[in-house]
């Protein structure tokens, strides 16, 4: 069932068409929510997470058009309704290049109620079907793969991915439009992660948003998102060849300052850099001429002996400060290294420097 978002500036109108929603969409609504503008409406959308919103356009503080930018920024596949009047045709215009589906005409009287009524039905059994889609596309871990490869900066393989996605819905153009809304906010986030900004990849969110919404088919959107991420595997191959050296440093620098957690990991750092777990073993290694691994060892076991040496602290307690939940795998890591035990190295320490 559907949670709805009903956001216009009069009230009168707002509860009498949420009370008629109520009784005559009761078997496809599960919730409506009410809002006075699009500054309210965000933060309702926030809470609720609606499939529809249904706003007026002009109203107060945030108008209808600015309420639907921001909300195909946060939620791609939201379901967009506006209420208008003729004289706003051509706001209405606009509104149609954000993916809103349906425009109700004031003044809005009982038959308009049994319409809004009947499309909340047939966009919930829509939604059904797509949730099915995504949840078959998510459980693949697609979505997942085409992060990895670009963060390697294959191209080629960004682009067997998508493909392969559209394979996965049968090639349905609903279903796909759903799921490239969903990648394309992905995708940006990936790149504004990076630091690679809207001007680098010559297009913006909002741009590439409306160019899936108006695409004529799978394919068109395919080569929408296709572009996108050879441009995007450019720019990191390119960042790559000329600061490899500093993303090196850089995460020499990440590690020292984090050793000591117990969750530092090849996976949490690759994702701090946004960078694969291969590469960042490659680079590291290739500029340090050791693993990752043993660097954090290294470090790890420098601050035990310093501790040893220089602390009363029990051997169960450095081996918390040092990152080690277990004190007991510590303490066989510590004798690996060092050929000794924590305590014994302690006695040495001490037996010498009281010789």
Do not use: W
């Amino acid at each position: 069932m559907l949670k709805v978002l009903l956001v216009d500036d009069n009230k009168i109108t707002v509860r009498g068409l949420k009370a008629l929603l109520e009784e005559r969409a009761k078997d496809t609504v599960a919730e409506i929510a009410v809002a006075y503008n699009g500054k309210q409406a965000l933060a309702a959308a926030a809470e609720c997470r609606p499939n529809v919103v249904i706003t007026d356009i002009r109203m107060p503080i945030m108008d209808g058009l600015s309420l639907i930018r921001e909300l195909k920024k946060t939620m791609p596949g939201i379901e967009l309704m506006i209420i208008s009047s003729y004289d706003e045709f051509e706001y209405a215009k606009k509104a149609m290049e954000y993916g809103v589906s349906n425009f109700i005409l004031k003044p809005i009287d009982s038959e308009k109620i049994d319409d809004i009524a009947q499309n909340l039905q047939k966009l919930d059994a829509r939604l059904n079907n797509l949730s099915s889609a995504a949840n078959m596309v998510a459980d693949s871990g697609k979505t997942t793969a085409l992060l990895d490869a670009l963060k390697e900066g294959r191209a080629e393989d960004c682009c067997r991915l998508l493909g392969e996605l559209a394979e996965k819905v049968s090639g349905d153009y609903d279903s796909y439009k759903k799921i490239a809304t969903d990648l394309a906010v992905v995708l940006f986030n990936f790149t504004h992660k990076l630091g690679i900004a809207d001007s680098e990849l010559e297009i913006s969110l909002d741009f590439m948003l409306l160019s899936i919404n108006k695409a004529a088919s799978v394919r068109h959107i395919q080569e929408f998102l296709g572009k996108l991420c050879k441009k995007i595997c450019g720019i990191v191959i390119e960042t790559r060849n000329f600061g490899a050296d500093k993303l090196a440093a850089s995460i020499k620098d990440y590690i020292r300052a984090h050793f000591d957690s117990p969750d530092i990991s090849l996976s949490s750092i690759s994702d701090n850099f946004n960078i694969s777990q291969s590469y960042l073993c490659t680079i590291f290694k290739k500029y340090n001429f050791m693993s990752i691994t043993s660097y954090i060892t290294d470090l790890r076991m420098d601050e035990a002996c310093r501790c040893l040496k220089e602390t009363s602290m029990k051997v169960a307690e450095i081996a918390k400060k040092v990152g080690y939940y277990d004190a007991h795998y510590f303490m066989r890591v510590f004798k690996k290294y060092f050929d000794a035990s924590p305590s014994d190295y302690r006695k040495k320490y001490i037996q010498r420097n009281l010789k």
